[in-house]
């Protein structure tokens, strides 16, 4: 499987600031997957980020709160943006499972505080 | 769009006896089911999976069973040990959408 890392891994930010996230796979993968746990909760997709192409965003999620990039097979970065504390999660990136198709394999998170 | 229901939600049992964990999904399309273990401060973990054309699989002490007609599929754990103490997703997926159930808090006691 993947070695997949995010930075950072926890913050405390202020309500009205952006955070950006960064994920770094240690291979090249086609899909790369944002996903957000609220505290106790389960994992909701976010967005599935392709290479090349435009983020395809669940519904509830808009691309002005949660900006993402994909510039390369390895790399991408998700931003959220005029933070308030009911964004307060851990954010999770994940990969698809090239190896042994359709699994995804997730980073550690990003803890986000929002005060 | 799939959903996925799982239960329970909080599973404590004794160190040795074994643990079951159920979910059951709505979209017939779905033909992959993996099973995640959280630990606390950590991603989700890929423990075990299964693919619709089987109907069960073993991996040691963990084994998972698929009914497509019912539309459930099952963890088990056998001899657990306090280190299986985590959260344990369920997820189905059709395509490339995979939706993941609640969770379940397991507690294994010493």
């Known amino acids: 499987s993947a070695v997949i890392s995010q930075k950072p891994s926890r913050d405390i930010c202020q309500r009205g600031t952006s955070l950006t996230i960064q994920c770094q796979v240690d291979?090249?993968?086609?899909?790369m997957f944002w996903y957000r746990q609220q505290p106790g909760q389960s994992l909701t997709l976010i967005a599935t980020a392709n290479q090349g192409s435009e983020a395809t965003y669940e519904s509830g999620f808009v691309i002005d709160k949660f900006p993402i990039s994909r510039p390369n097979l390895t790399f991408s970065t998700l931003t959220v943006s005029n933070m308030s504390p009911e964004d307060s999660s851990i954010y999770l990136c994940?990969?698809?499972?090239?190896?042994?198709?359709?699994?995804?394999?997730f980073g550690p998170g990003t803890r986000l505080t929002v005060l | 769009g799939e959903n996925v229901e799982q239960h329970p939600s909080t599973l404590s049992v004794q160190e040795g006896d074994s643990a079951v964990i159920k979910c059951t999904y709505s979209?017939?399309?779905?033909?992959?089911f993996p099973w995640y273990k959280q630990e606390l401060g950590k991603g989700p973990q890929l423990i075990i999976d299964i693919r619709s054309n089987v109907g069960e699989k073993k991996d040691q002490r963990i084994a998972v069973t698929l009914n497509k007609t019912a539309k459930h599929f099952s963890l088990h754990i056998t001899e657990t040990q306090p280190e299986d103490s985590a959260v344990y997703f369920c997820?189905?997926?059709?395509?490339?959408?995979?939706?993941f159930g609640a969770g379940t808090r397991l507690t294994v006691k010493p």
């Open positions: 979209d017939s399309a779905s033909n992959y």
């Open positions: 291979s090249q993968v086609t899909m």
């Open positions: 997820a189905a997926t059709a395509d490339d959408d995979m939706r």
């Open positions: 994940s990969v698809d499972g090239r190896w042994s198709g359709r699994t995804q394999y």
